[in-house]
C-alpha cells in the first residue's frame, strides 16, 4: 500500500459524442458513435491513484438516481472509500465530451450534484481529511469547500494539491496561500496567470508566478511535450512519453492520481513520480473514455519496464 489519498472533487457520467470535426455555428453534423463512461476529475483522479495502489477516499455527491449509483459502484469497484459521498436532491454531474477523430476533445459539464457539497460535507469528513498523507481537489465542486479542506489539512501536516480544472481567474488567494501543489495544464496555467505558456521558457514564468500567487511548488502538465516542475529549490521539463492518442479525456486526471499514489510528502522522488505518471497518462490516452482507460500499478509497471 502507498500513500493515503483523500479526493475532493466530482463525480460525472460522461456521454461521449465520436464526431470528425468540431461543427461550425448552424451546421449539423453526424456523429460515427456514441458512448457512455465514468467520469469527472474527482471520481478520475481518484480511481487513477486506487488503480495505482494507494489508499483512498472520496468527498463528493451523486444524485439519487441511476447514474448516481452508477458512479458509486465504479469507485467501490476501485476499492476507495466512500463513507464520504453523500445524497443531493440534485442529479448526478454530466459531461458531454465532443470527441474529435484527432483525439481531442471539448467538454460541457452539467455540475449538478457536485455543486452541492457544504461546509457541513467537509466537516463531516475532517477525520478521514486528517488521517490522509495527500489531500487532492479540483474546480467541478464549490471552492469555498475547497477551502475549508485545506485548512483541515494543513493544520493536519496533510500535503494539499489544487488541480486548477476548469481554471477561472481569480482563484481565491485564501486557498492558494494552503496550496502545497498545482497542476493546471498550459491552457489554465495561461488562464491563472496570463503567461501563454508554449515552451520551457513560458512554463518557467508561468510557474514563477503561480509560486508568487502563493502554491508552493508547481507542475504545468504539456501534453504531448511532457511536464515542467518547479519546486522552491528545482526545476525540470520531463520529457512524454510518445504514443498515439485516440482520446485524451482524463489524460491530467490519471496523471494526478498516479503521481500521489507514490509521491513522498517531502517531494524527494518528485522527478521518479512524474515518470511514473506520464506513463499512466500516456497509456489512458491510447484508449476511449476516462474511468474506462486509467491503467492499474501493474500495468504502468510493465510498460515501464518495456522502455
Ligand atoms: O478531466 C476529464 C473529465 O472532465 C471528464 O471525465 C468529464 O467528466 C469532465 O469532468
Redesign the pocket.
Known amino acids: 500500500m502507498l500513500n493515503k489519498v483523500t479526493v475532493l472533487g466530482?463525480l460525472?457520467v460522461?456521454t461521449i459524442l465520436q464526431i470528425p470535426r468540431l461543427p461550425q455555428p448552424g451546421e449539423t453534423l453526424a456523429m460515427s458513435d456514441k458512448r457512455n463512461a465514468g467520469?469527472?476529475?474527482g471520481?478520475?483522479q481518484a480511481i487513477s491513484a486506487a488503480r495505482s495502489g494507494a489508499k483512498t477516499s472520496f468527498i463528493g455527491k451523486i444524485g439519487d438516481d441511476e447514474n448516481g449509483r452508477m458512479m458509486l459502484s465504479f469507485l467501490k469497484d476501485a476499492g476507495i472509500n466512500t463513507d464520504q459521498v453523500t445524497i443531493s436532491g440534485k442529479g448526478t454531474?454530466q459531461?458531454f465530451?465532443l470527441l474529435q477523430d484527432s483525439g481531442e476533445n471539448s467538454?460541457i459539464?452539467f455540475g449538478g450534484a457536485n455543486q452541492e457539497i457544504k461546509e457541513k460535507d467537509i466537516e463531516n469528513a475532517r477525520e478521514t481529511i486528517q488521517k490522509s498523507d495527500f489531500i487532492v481537489t479540483q474546480f467541478?465542486t464549490p471552492s469555498d469547500q475547497a477551502k475549508n479542506a485545506f485548512k483541515i489539512a494543513k493544520a493536519a501536516n496533510v500535503v494539499t494539491v489544487l488541480n486548477p480544472?476548469p481554471a477561472h481567474k481569480n482563484v481565491d488567494p485564501e486557498l492558494l496561500k494552503n496550496v502545497d501543489l498545482i497542476t493546471p495544464n498550459e491552457t489554465e496555467a495561461e488562464i491563472l496567470t496570463e503567461i501563454k505558456v508554449v515552451d520551457e521558457l513560458t512554463a518557467h514564468e508561468a510557474a514563477t508566478r503561480l509560486q508568487e500567487l502563493g502554491a508552493k511548488n508547481v507542475i504545468i502538465t504539456l501534453g504531448g511535450h511532457g511536464a515542467y516542475y518547479k519546486t522552491p529549490t528545482n526545476e525540470k521539463l520531463v520529457k512524454a512519453f510518445k504514443v498515439n492518442a485516440v482520446d485524451t479525456?482524463?489524460a491530467?486526471?490519471t496523471f494526478l492520481g498516479a503521481l500521489v499514489s507514490r509521491l513522498n510528502k517531502d517531494f524527494s522522488n518528485l522527478e521518479e513520480s512524474i515518470i511514473y505518471a506520464s506513463k499512466a497518462s500516456s497509456l489512458a490516452v491510447q484508449k476511449v473514455g476516462?474511468?474506462p482507460s486509467i491503467p492499474t500499478e501493474k500495468q504502468v509497471l510493465a510498460a515501464l519496464n518495456e522502455e
Do not use: P, R, Y
Open positions: 466530482s460525472n460522461d467520469g469527472g476529475k471520481a478520475n454531474g459531461a465530451i467538454i459539464i467541478e480544472a479525456t482524463a491530467g486526471d476516462a474511468i
